[in-house]
């Protein structure tokens, strides 16, 4: 079925990273950068351009837009999402993407910055990569793989069923979503209009990867209060709040519970950003586990450890507060079999092994989920992201999309 068919999605994938969609965590919008928009402007042009003229771009963000169904069938409708955004981590603006044709197995130096280098030793996949073609950021950027490798498997799979009429499928949605780096993705996402009834997000890592599980996730806020007093007269009457926070963070340990120290299935409590005043410090938490109640223990032991530091510093205070982000998407996914079921069978019609993986991490799969959208997440063929050494290989990108277009057609046959 591919044999004759011209993949479009290295092209539009150089296309897309050129432009600058860092998302902004400290920003109050939505979405937290307008400049992401200019991105989705261009995705409803073409999607206009193929003949999917319902493709809108909201307020907030989302691109909505559907492939009509083409069979006599009723068939469940699908969704696929990707997300607009990269991350705020790296720099994204003035992306150069560059292709290394028939890469050799060696180590890829970045002309830029030549003291950027993708080894190889640091990056095993790329043993596995020789003889394809990759792509890498110039080396003052990151490239924007993720997760824009899966917005143009997307739309390479949408340009294959506007010029295959014969390949049958059922009413596909697409929803291109701002601001998942920053965890708002589907903050205003409108699921009644977009009116689908299973969902696959398109953010995944090497090639076969299908992950149906991921972290649950809560925030935490922890705010210490001291007192202020005129430093040349503070003798007995000041508590200097940062001393306090500091004393709390260097009480917390680094062999255990953190992101530098965990892996596999180990959960984690990982700061992610301090400000204060010596009257005032508050330190952001987020805590991972595959396994939620653990949020609620972490949380705990949080209040405890912060209990520990205030009695060193008689007077001061110290308060906390829990968010929830997003739960284990596979609490959901366990109720609906057949969506997982069917990813698999088009990875193997794509000639593809599937690798079942948990990923430790999140997408917007794993709110919507819990939104009313089962939505597991399939391999894209980003890796190293969210840093100046990130890269994708096109023959995954072009993998990725024989899945789907595979998986669209195994919904319909199966009806």
């Known amino acids: ?49 193929m003949g999917i003229t319902d493709a809108v771009l909201d307020e907030y963000g989302y691109v909505y837009a559907t492939l009509t169904s083409n069979t006599g069938k009723a068939t469940p409708v699908i969704c696929f999402c990707s997300h607009v955004d990269t991350s705020p981590d790296c720099s994204g603006e003035g992306v150069k993407p560059l292709l290394h044709q028939n890469y050799d197995g060696s180590d890829i130096v970045l002309p830029d910055d030549p003291g950027q280098v993708i080894r190889v030793a640091d990056h095993p996949y790329l043993k596995k990569k020789i003889g394809e ?3 890498t950021a110039s080396g003052t950027t990151l490239l924007g793989a993720d997760d824009k490798s899966g917005i143009a498997v997307i739309m390479d ?21 701002p601001d998942e780096e920053i965890g708002r993705g589907v903050d205003k996402v409108d699921v009644k209009k977009l009116g689908a009834d299973f969902g696959y997000t398109l953010d995944g890592g090497e090639r076969g990867m299908f992950e149906d599980e991921t972290f649950s996730a809560d925030s935490v806020t922890v705010t210490f209060t001291g007192v202020s007093a005129h430093p040349g007269y503070a003798k007995g009457k000041m508590i200097n709040a940062i001393k306090v926070a500091s004393a709390f963070l260097e009480s917390l340990p680094s062999d255990r519970l953190c992101p530098e120290a965990t892996g596999g299935r180990e959960g984690f409590v990982h700061p992610v950003h301090i400000n204060g005043i010596a009257e005032n410090v508050s330190i952001e938490f987020i805590l991972r586990d595959f396994d939620t109640s653990r949020l609620e223990e972490y949380a705990t032991w949080l209040k405890r450890k ?37 990813a698999i069978a088009a990875m193997k019609r794509a000639g593809i092994q599937p690798v079942l993986s948990s990923a430790r991490g999140g997408t917007d799969g794993s709110r919507l989920s819990f939104m009313g959208l089962p939505c597991p997440n399939l391999f894209t063929g980003e890796m190293a992201f969210h840093g ?28």
């Open 1 to 49: 079925m591919f044999n004759e068919y011209r993949f479009t999605v290295a092209d539009r994938f150089m296309r897309y990273v050129k432009i600058d969609t860092r998302s902004d965590p400290q920003s109050a919008t939505f979405p937290s950068t307008e400049k992401q928009k200019e991105l989705s402007r261009l995705l409803v042009n073409e999607l206009h351009a």
């Open 133 to 135: 073609d990759i792509i």
């Open 306 to 342: 912060a209990g520990e530091i205030l009695t060193r510093f008689n007077g001061a205070k110290a308060s906390l507060e829990v968010k929830e982000q997003y739960r284990n998407m596979k609490e959901i996914l366990n109720q609906y079999p057949k969506v997982g079921e069917y």
């Open 157 to 177: 799979m949408l340009h294959f069923f506007t010029t295959h009429p014969e390949a049958k499928h059922g009413n596909i949605k697409i929803l291109f979503t």
């Open 388 to 415: 100046k050494h990130e890269y994708v290989s096109v023959q995954d990108m072009q993998k990725s999309v024989e899945t789907l277009v595979h998986l669209a057609m195994i919904w319909e046959e199966r009806g």
